[in-house]
């Protein structure tokens, strides 16, 4: 069975600044992919960053960008330059590859950016 | 256009009530999913459905059933629900058949409350 821990219940960061945020998974599988979702206020997940294991190379989405570390089954977000919109719950998920869309999340981590 | 629809964004229903559901999605998806989240948890996988068939069903009781008229609607039927059974309802979709590794869209939620 996989399992996705993040060990950050909070956060809370400066507007302008940078925040890590850390996730760490547990897997047999060889084959799978990783996300960060972001869930504001209004509830909706909206995804942020997807990295596939097979990937050597760490993903970047503007701002956001991801430490893939296979290894050691590290997965981490960093958010450059906070903004008062990226304040939101943070989740890490795991998808086996192949599968359908069964994600398993995270606990999540509730960021704050404050001005 | 990237949207998944839900209505009703709230629903208040008694426990002897019959209600629905219902999700919509014009992205040509072929997979789609009903996820329940309790408060300050994570989305939890219930239902998954590829090519309008139930392909996934993660051990639901039976008061809830699900139904997929056609590949753009989702719909989830609830009967004689609990008190325990209010949570955020969250359905996504995802492009589905031989891209199952794709990331997966999700609506903005059902607040539901069974009183």
């Known amino acids: 069975a996989q399992t996705v821990t993040q060990s950050q219940p909070e956060m809370s960061v400066q507007e302008a600044e940078t925040v890590t945020l850390s996730c760490t998974y547990d897997t047999s599988e060889s084959n799978y992919y990783l996300f960060w979702y972001k869930q504001p206020p209004s509830r909706q997940m909206i995804l942020v960053i997807r990295q596939e294991a097979y990937k050597q190379q760490n993903a970047t989405e503007n701002r956001f960008s991801v430490n893939f570390q296979k290894a050691a089954k590290s997965f981490s977000l960093k958010i450059s330059d906070s903004q008062l919109g990226d304040t939101a719950m943070y989740f890490c998920?795991?998808?086996?590859?192949?599968?359908?869309?069964?994600?398993?999340f995270g606990k999540g981590t509730k960021l704050s950016v404050k001005p | 256009d990237t949207e998944v629809t839900q209505t009703p964004k709230h629903l208040v229903m008694g426990m002897t009530n019959k209600k629905s559901l219902k999700c919509e999605q014009h992205m040509g998806h072929r997979a789609m999913y009903w996820y329940k989240q309790k408060a300050k948890k994570p989305p939890e996988l219930m239902f998954v459905y590829s090519y309008e068939k139930l392909s996934i069903n993660e051990s639901v009781p039976s008061r809830f059933s699900p139904e997929c008229p056609n590949s753009s609607l989702l719909n989830l039927h609830l009967h004689a629900l609990q008190p325990e059974d209010s949570a955020l309802y969250l359905c996504?979709?995802?492009?589905?058949?031989?891209?199952?590794?794709?990331?997966?869209?999700f609506g903005q939620g059902t607040r539901l409350t069974v009183v």
């Open positions: 998920a795991f998808m086996r590859g192949g599968s359908q869309g069964n994600l398993i």
């Open positions: 996504a979709s995802s492009q589905g058949g031989q891209r199952l590794n794709t990331e997966a869209f």
